[in-house]
């Protein structure tokens, strides 16, 4: 693990509601991509205001910051691109109402200075994949784009894309020999069709692979529908919660548990049991919680 600063190089609008951040610098000299088409890291935020933001130190699995230094925002974005000969890091971000990194990203110009972590990937196609789905609402758009530019182009691809309007279709880098499905809703502005969507498809015959993103209840249902109704196996799949909704309200609720139940559920994450499970047991116990 380590911590780079990085400084805005550009600043671009896609479409209205999903800027592209280029970032650069000295500090990203060693940065190292997994490869992953997927691969994710911490965006490190300086509060409002303020030219630099209160960068952690790396340990071996992940961020600290000096006793008495309180810790800077931090919020998860994907490797849209990383220039290895120019040493650019490229990160798409929705503009969506609120939130500490799209108001960040709503002001950012060049010059101003983050920090970034070292990235990890969730994409784990089989190999000798033959075809992908992907569903994803708009935050999920720059890792669903980089996973298709980077598959073999013999692999029959489908995306599904939910995005809050007709403007949103940002459909420019997207492989022209994709099967690319535009569907309007969710994204904050409504319900979602996602669920409703994954619940409709066809599953080819071959080797195939779905990965679907986006609301965390959302996927809860689409997880449920893959995992235990279909009776995938983890190896088929990866469905990841890229935000949730109304998270001020969520996590209001998490802090009124007693401590002890909180502990609990952490320490569901260290049991020695394939992550398909634990997440069972977790999402389980969080609807009982009523959360
Ligand atoms: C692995 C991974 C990769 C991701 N990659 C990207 C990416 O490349 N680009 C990207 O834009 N996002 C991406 N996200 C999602 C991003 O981390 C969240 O949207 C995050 O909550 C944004 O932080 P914030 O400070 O803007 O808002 P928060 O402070 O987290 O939330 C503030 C309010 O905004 C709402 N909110 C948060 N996100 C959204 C949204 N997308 N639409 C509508 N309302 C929202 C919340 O419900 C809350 O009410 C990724 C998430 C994960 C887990």
Redesign the pocket.
């Known amino acids: 693990m380590r911590v780079h600063r990085a400084v805005v190089q550009s600043v671009t609008d896609l479409v209205p509601g ?1 800027r592209r951040l280029v970032l650069g610098g000295d500090g990203l000299a060693d940065f190292e991509t997994t490869g992953v088409g ?1 691969e ?1 890291l911490r965006l490190l ?1 300086p509060d409002p205001g303020e030219a630099e933001p209160r960068l952690p130190v790396a340990t071996e699995t992940w961020l600290d910051w000096p006793e008495g230094v309180e810790p800077c ?1 931090l ?4 490797v ?1 691109d990383w220039d290895v000969d120019r040493r650019l890091l490229t ?15 709503r002001q950012v110009a060049p010059g101003q200075v983050c920090g970034v972590n070292t990235p990890s990937g ?1 994409y784990d196609a089989p190999d000798d994949l033959e075809w992908q789905v992907l569903v994803t ?7 669903a784009t980089r996973i298709l530019r980077q598959a073999d182009p013999r692999v029959r691809s489908r995306l599904v894309v939910e995005v ?1 309007g007709v403007a949103q279709r940002f459909s420019d880098e997207i492989p022209a020999h994709v099967d690319v499905e535009w569907i309007t809703g969710g ?3 409504g319900p979602s069709r996602i669920e409703q969507v994954v619940r409709g498809l066809e599953w080819p015959d071959g080797i195939g692979y779905l990965w679907v ?1 986006g ?1 965390s209840r959302v996927l809860r249902g689409v997880r449920k529908h893959v995992r235990h109704e279909l009776g995938r196996p983890a190896s088929a799949y990866k469905v ?10 969520w996590n209001a609720r998490w802090e009124a548990l007693p401590e002890a139940t909180r502990t609990e559920l952490e320490q569901l994450w260290e049991l020695d049991l394939p992550e398909e499970e634990i997440e069972d047991a977790y999402y389980a116990r969080l609807t009982e919680l009523g959360l």
């Not at 919020?75 to 994907?78: A, D, G, K, P, V």
């Not at 990841?240 to 109304?246: D, G, N, S």
């Open positions: 999903l997927d994710y935020l925002a919020r998860t974005y994907t849209r990160i798409d971000v929705v503009l969506h109402a609120g939130g500490v990194a799209a108001e960040w990203a969730m609402d708009l935050t999920g758009l720059p890792a809050p994204n904050g502005v993103v609301e990841v919660a890229y935000w949730t909704e109304k998270v001020e309200e």
